[in-house]
Antibody
Framework: EVRLVESGGGLVQPGGSLRLSCAAS????????MFWVRQGPGKELTCISQ????????YYADSVRGRFTISRDNTKSTLYLQMNSLRAEDTAVYYC?????????WGQGTLVTVSS | QTVVTQEPSFSVSPGGTITLTCGLS?????????PGWYQQTPGQAPRTLFY???TRSSGVPDRFSGSILGNKAALTITGAQADDESDYYC??????????FGGGTKLTVL
């Protein structure tokens, strides 16, 4: 079965850190760019980060640049998002997806709540 | 900053046809923007309907179609069914790794 499964979300205090993971199965993970997309409480969707299949290229939204780091381990078919200096406005459901240009697989999401 | 525009809400009668659109606050949408369409019901992850304008994702019924109409990307539902009642989002690629989602359209089937 082709699927993406996120994990690592939870409740964290402002200024704290979390590391999200996204485990891929059923397809050749190393062939695809991968994305992190988040959906805030108002339901707005935002593409916050992308990584090329070989990790040589990464992109970040302005809202997370310098605080979040995307990475991947193709030997484990796993995508990561290290989130530091978290703010209340980072509260959202975080989804991993395959390359939005050429495919459309989404995970079920993991909820991150930043609150004291 | 360019905004991706969608109708906030739409209603359609069962069996009817509806076209949702995805535009730009400035300029025209073309295939170069790799338009994508997603369906989301409450509590669920988005489900991809189309990517790259009109490439249908696996399992999507052919009563859904994606296209460019005029200066916008379009999602057409022919023969609407009750379970098409959902939020629909589009996304456009602005270049340099910048993907922007629209605010979504809430579709009611009644």
């Amino acid at each position: 079965e082709v699927r993406l499964v996120e994990s690592g979300g939870g409740l964290v205090q402002p200024g704290g850190s979390l590391r999200l993971s996204c485990a891929a199965s059923g397809f050749t993970f190393s062939n695809y760019w991968m994305f992190w997309v988040r959906q805030g409480p108002g339901k707005e969707l935002t593409c916050i980060s992308q990584i090329s299949h070989d990790e040589t290229t990464t992109y970040y939204a302005d809202s997370v640049r310098g605080r979040f780091t995307i990475s991947r381990d193709n030997t484990k078919s796993t995508l990561y998002l290290q989130m530091n200096s978290l703010r209340a406005e980072d509260t959202a459901v975080y989804y991993c997806t395959t390359d939005l240009r050429v495919s459309g697989l989404w995970g079920q999401g993991t909820l991150v709540t930043v609150s004291s | 900053q360019t905004v991706v525009t969608q109708e906030p809400s739409f209603s359609v009668s069962p069996g009817g046809t509806i076209t949702l659109t995805c535009g730009l606050s400035s300029g025209s949408v073309s295939t170069n923007y790799y338009p994508g369409w997603y369906q989301q019901t409450p509590g669920q992850a988005p489900r991809t309907l189309f990517y790259s304008t009109n490439t249908r994702s696996s399992g999507v019924p052919d009563r859904f179609s994606g296209s460019i109409l005029g200066n916008k990307a379009a999602l057409t539902i022919t023969g609407a069914q009750a379970d098409d009642e959902s939020d629909y989002y589009c996304v456009l690629y602005m270049g340099s790794g910048n993907w922007v989602f629209g605010g979504g359209t809430k579709l009611t089937v009644l």
